[in-house]
């Protein structure tokens, strides 16, 4: 399974975001720090893992 396209709305410090992803093997989300990097890879473990969101509220993460 490959992602081709991330949409995010109004998720943290990001108000919008349509990224239509490279067709490579690898991408890199490079940028200096603040820049909603993590946050990004945060969204996509939310929506592949929406179980542990209420685990890492519980465990303070």
Do not use: Q
Request: proline share 3%; net charge positive.
């Amino acid at each position: 399974m490959r992602i081709r396209h991330v949409s995010i709305r109004n998720f943290r410090g990001i108000r919008e975001l349509d990224w239509a992803i490279p067709d490579a093997k690898i991408v890199c989300l490079i940028g200096r720090g603040d820049s909603a990097k993590s946050t990004i890879l945060e969204a996509l473990r939310r929506v592949f893992h929406p179980h542990l969101s209420d685990l890492c509220l519980f465990l303070g993460l």
